[in-house]
Each structure stands twice: as C-alpha cells, then as structure tokens.
C-alpha cells in the first residue's frame, strides 16, 4: 500500500525558507499539513481542498506559508520568513473523505498520515 511521505525539513537561521513536500497516494480530497512543536499537540497550519486548489492557513503562518500541489501524488509547503516557534515536526495528512461540516483543522478527520519531517529554526 502507498503510504504518505514528508521531506525537505532542515536546521535554518530565522528569516530563513525552505520547501517541505509530501508525496502520497492519488484521490486524496483534503490535505493539511500539521505542525508538532516538541511537548504540544499537533495542529494543522495549512490546508487544500484538492478539487478546487481552495487553501486556508491558520493565522500563525498566514503571509509565510504557502500551500501547493503539482500533481495528484504531490504536495508541497513554502514555508518563508521562518521563526523559532516554528521548529518542530510536520505532518502531511490526506484522506479520501469529503463530509459536509468536515473541520480541516480536526486531526481526527484524516485517515493518512506520513511519519513527519523535522523542522529547526534557530535565532
């Protein structure tokens, strides 16, 4: 079975960029990128309904971060202007699933999920 899978995490300087990508099984409808700091919960920081391409950002990373597929098996995060707060780990979680009231920010919702990739920003 495809499974999802994150690269692209790195150590960088704050202000610094990278490009987080996921690749992952086709047909997903929702995709979300989760970010895990060291001893919180994990939550979702940027979204894409992949029918429409719509995206939402939580207000954390708005202006920063930019979500974005390429493909039916590619997903990637821009993510700019990094911070301290952001070091952590980041998930890419997908599912098939298209429930009216779905809550994109809701980890339960997602049924895939990859093993993460680590983010460092240093000051």
């Known amino acids: 079975q495809a499974q999802v899978t994150e690269s692209g995490g790195a150590s960088v300087q704050a202000g610094g960029s990278l490009t987080l990508s996921c690749h992952h099984p086709?047909?997903?409808?929702?995709m979300t990128w989760f970010h895990q700091p060291v001893g919180l919960e994990r939550e979702g920081v940027a979204s894409?309904?992949?029918?429409?391409?719509?995206t939402a950002y939580r207000d954390s990373v708005k202006g920063r971060f930019s979500i974005s597929r390429v493909s039916d098996n590619t997903m990637y995060l821009q993510m700019n202007s990094l911070k301290s707060e952001d070091t952590g780990i980041y998930f890419c979680?997908?599912?098939?699933?298209?429930?009216?009231?779905?809550?994109?920010?809701?980890?339960?919702?997602?049924?895939?999920w990859g093993q993460g990739t680590q983010v460092v920003v240093s000051s």
């Open positions: 086709p047909h997903y409808v929702h």
């Open positions: 979680a997908g599912t098939r699933k298209d429930v009216v009231g779905w809550q994109r920010w809701d980890r339960g919702y997602y049924d895939s």
């Open positions: 894409i309904r992949t029918g429409t391409d719509n």
